[in-house]
Structures are given as structure tokens and as C-alpha cells.
């Protein structure tokens, strides 16, 4: 009889050592493995554990089916936090993410029916994510699941199945400070298509009326040497055929009355 209890002795000591090595790196790598059943809590360890790096997000994992249905997902105060519902039916039926303390929450619905049906997102002071993966993620939206911003600095969903209907607006952390109060009754229909090779060194100084007709086809080698003088009466009828070698040395006094019937 002793030599089984001796046995016995040594079995529970060993899962016991088991047990708090789990607990100690789950805790280091920051990830919570819930489940439970409905109306328990899943927790972040807190920031008063001494395993636990200040600033690191906590990632509360539902990867299971059905795992945190009707569960409260507690984050902790002051960090990141992440709930991955990765599990089908995860996050459903009345899964509350409390993230109110916590900078940055990001939910993500991975699995058909992982966040659908009643599910309710406190977001915290920072970004906040909803990302509905799967086409079915997140239904029935429109019954009673709510994402509420309040405290929080921008909220986008992303993925196909997002129900915009039923959220919040999406919003930035910087949004422009002054939109234009006149823009355009009538906007462009053919916009052009933004160079690919802009210059680097653009002119200080463009034109206050440049032409309203531009050339179709531009010289791909334009001069590097532009006049200084440019005539200020361009000639209306410019010469179809310019010729391939012009001068080199043209006359400084040309006539101001050519022959009508040169040789």
C-alpha cells in the first residue's frame, strides 16, 4: 500500500509541475485560452502578475467551437488587447469583449458564425478593429450586437462580412482639420492619371495662365537651353514641314517682307 501512494504522491507532484510551468508561459506569451460556460469570465492576467511585460497585448483565445459563447472577454487595463474568435460559433450568443481600460482592442471573427448573434465590443482609448474574415462571421448584427467607441481613438471593421449597417461610422485618429467649404459642382469625368516619374526639382515659378491647349504629343528631348527671350508673337500658322537642319548662324536682321515665292 505505500509504495502506491509513494506512486500515487509522485504522479500528482509531477502535474502539479506540469501545471505551473503551462501557467507560467502561458502567461509569458501573453495568451489566454478561454472557455467556459455562459455567463463566466475569461481574463487577462494583471498587470500586478510579475510574468507579465507592461505595454505587451494580451490575446485572449476562443479557438474552439462554441468556446466563449455568452462569456465575458475581461481585458487588461493599460495594454493592447486581442480576442480571436478563430473557432466556428465561437463569439456568439451575448460574448461581451470588455476592453474599456485597454489601449488597442482588435476583435477577429475568423470561422462561419464566430461573432454573429448578439455580440457586444467595449473598445478602449486606442484603435479598434473588428475584422469579420469568413463571409458568415458575423450575423444577425442587426438583432442586438453593439460595438461601442466612446473612449476610443479610431474603430474600422474590415473583411468581407462587416454589418455597416449596424455599427458605429468608421472613423480615423487624423482626420483632415479643414475640408474645402466650396469643393466643385462639377468634378472632372476623365481624371488624369498621375505621372509615375514626377520631376524633383519643380518650378518655383509656373505659369499664372498656362495654355488651355497643350500638346497632344510633347518632344521627349526637350532643350536643356530655353531662350531667355521668348517672342511674345508666336507666329499663328506655323510650318507644317520644318526643316531637319536649321542654321546654325541665323541672319540678326531678318526682312519683314518675304518673298511670297521662295526658290
Not at 116 to 130: A, E, R
Not at 163 to 188: C, E, G, N
Not at 198 to 219: E, F, L, V
Amino acid at each position: 500500500m505505500a509504495p502506491m501512494t509513494l506512486i500515487s504522491n509522485s504522479i500528482n507532484n509531477y502535474l502539479i509541475v506540469i501545471f505551473t510551468i503551462y501557467t507560467i508561459n502561458n502567461v509569458q506569451s501573453q495568451r489566454v485560452y478561454c472557455g467556459g460556460a455562459p455567463g463566466t469570465t475569461c481574463s487577462c492576467p494583471p498587470s500586478s502578475n510579475p510574468a507579465v511585460i507592461p505595454g505587451s497585448t494580451c490575446i485572449l483565445d476562443c479557438g474552439q467551437i462554441d468556446s466563449c459563447n455568452g462569456q465575458t472577454l475581461e481585458c487588461r487595463a493599460g495594454d493592447p488587447c486581442e480576442i480571436s474568435c478563430s473557432g466556428k460559433a465561437s463569439c456568439r450568443d451575448a460574448a461581451t469583449v470588455n476592453g474599456y481600460s485597454a489601449t488597442d482592442v482588435k476583435v477577429t471573427c475568423l470561422r462561419d458564425d464566430a461573432c454573429s448573434n448578439q455580440m457586444f465590443i467595449h473598445c478602449g482609448t486606442g484603435d479598434c478593429l473588428l475584422g469579420c474574415e469568413h463571409w458568415q462571421s458575423c450575423q444577425d448584427w442587426q438583432q442586438e450586437g453593439a460595438v461601442s467607441t466612446s473612449r476610443a481613438r479610431s474603430f474600422q471593421c474590415y473583411g468581407p462580412a462587416c454589418p455597416h449597417f449596424q455599427l458605429p461610422f468608421q472613423f480615423s485618429p487624423s482626420p483632415t482639420p479643414a475640408p474645402t467649404t466650396i469643393p466643385t459642382i462639377s468634378p472632372t469625368k476623365s481624371p488624369t492619371s498621375p505621372t509615375q516619374n514626377p520631376t524633383p526639382a519643380p518650378t518655383s515659378n509656373p505659369s499664372s495662365s498656362p495654355t488651355k491647349r497643350p500638346t497632344m504629343s510633347p518632344t521627349n528631348h526637350p532643350t536643356n537651353v530655353p531662350t531667355s527671350s521668348p517672342t511674345f508673337r508666336p507666329t499663328r500658322n506655323p510650318t507644317k514641314k520644318p526643316t531637319k537642319r536649321p542654321t546654325t548662324s541665323p541672319t540678326p536682321s531678318p526682312t519683314n517682307d518675304p518673298t511670297k515665292d521662295p526658290t
